[in-house]
């Protein structure tokens, strides 16, 4: 059963948020920048509520920008631009456009990432919440879970939409690149500059199109039973009397990654011998595998999101009905 979060949205959101004082937003705007959590539960849904809509918003201003961009980029490619009476080429106005363009999706990109932020941020509070609800409600004692195996999977829909998303990526960057090299008069500079720029763009997409292209045939990277935990990805695989505590990691905690996933949530399990276990990993992931164990403590790690996967909530209800180790919000 879902565990998410309730919240207003669309012009309720934006109502109660404005219907703040003026000092409370700044404080809250200030106070999500500098990493702190939020402490007052009742503003929480409406920051996330606000956040939401506002993303929603900001999306659809920057898909509308990038598809004039691109239609003001191809018009200047093909040199299709009005011609004055003395035969001069005058591209000022589509270029001053393009310019236009870029310039708004730069500006709109920034607020977009803070929009992404905020809403995240107020639902980590509500999660949080709920956590520590769940946490005193009583329980039967029972914790092996039966016979039954939970699996936490990937959503695959939204797996192929963003695998696609990434080939398209890959194969405009590799065409534009091959255009700029094969049609060039000469091997400048620029060219062979923004050639491996489009390369080594298109190199750091690959692994994670190919990763993403394992989950295909099986999107299961959690598996949990009465046995123990495994992570059939990476080959790594445990008994529940390892598990020390349960550890859930969001926001600053996560490093660069939450530029990125700002509603990514990594569960990490601190678990006895990690390093035997990390060292006992494929050797595929051996690498990744380690360098979680760096970052977080155990190599025990697997990201949790309401895109890709499942609520961290439901996680850690999922969790809970194999072992009674603690649960720690950083």
Not at 111 to 128: C, K, M, N, P, S
Not at 170 to 195: C, H, I, M, T, W
Not at 234 to 243: C, D, I, K, N, Y
Not at 266 to 276: I, M, T, W
């Amino acid at each position: 059963m879902s565990t998410h979060p309730t919240y207003p949205t669309g012009r309720d959101a934006i109502g109660r948020w404005r219907a703040l004082p003026a000092g409370t937003r700044r404080s809250l705007l200030v106070t999500e920048a500098s990493g702190e959590p939020l402490a007052d539960l009742d503003l929480a849904p409406i920051v996330t509520g606000y956040g939401h809509t506002m993303v929603i918003r900001n999306r659809w201003f920057l898909c509308l920008a990038a598809i004039g961009a691109l239609a003001l980029s191809a018009l200047l490619a093909n040199r299709s631009w009005p011609v004055s009476q003395a035969g001069d080429v005058t591209p000022a106005l589509p270029l001053l456009a393009l310019v236009a363009c870029l310039c708004a999706i730069l500006l709109r990109a920034g607020r977009h990432l803070r929009y992404r932020t905020l809403r995240f941020w107020g639902l980590a509070a509500i999660e949080r919440a709920q956590l520590a609800a769940g946490s005193e409600a009583p329980t039967d004692g029972s914790t092996d879970g039966g016979h039954e195996v939970t699996e936490i999977r990937f959503n695959r829909v939204r797996l192929v939409s963003v695998t696609v998303a990434g080939w398209i990526v890959v194969l405009l960057l590799a065409g534009v690149a091959a255009y700029r090299l094969l049609n060039a008069p000469s091997l400048s500079v620029g060219n062979v500059v923004f050639a491996v720029v489009c390369g080594l763009l298109v190199l750091s997409l690959l692994p994670d199109i190919r990763r993403q292209r394992e989950y295909f045939a099986d999107p299961t990277f959690v598996r949990l039973a009465s046995g123990g935990w495994e992570l059939p990805g990476t080959g790594l695989r445990g008994a529940w009397s390892e598990v020390r505590d349960i550890e859930v990691i969001s926001g600053r905690a996560l490093g660069p990654r939450r530029l990125m996933h700002p509603g990514m949530r990594v569960v990490v399990l601190q678990v006895d011998n990690a390093q035997q276990h990390a060292d006992s990993a494929i050797p595929l992931r051996r690498r990744e595998v380690q360098a979680d164990h760096r970052q977080y403590g155990s190599p025990v790690a697997f990201s949790v999101s309401y895109f890709f996967t499942i609520p961290v909530l439901d996680a850690i209800t999922a969790l809970r009905r194999y072992t009674m180790a603690p649960v720690i919000w950083q």
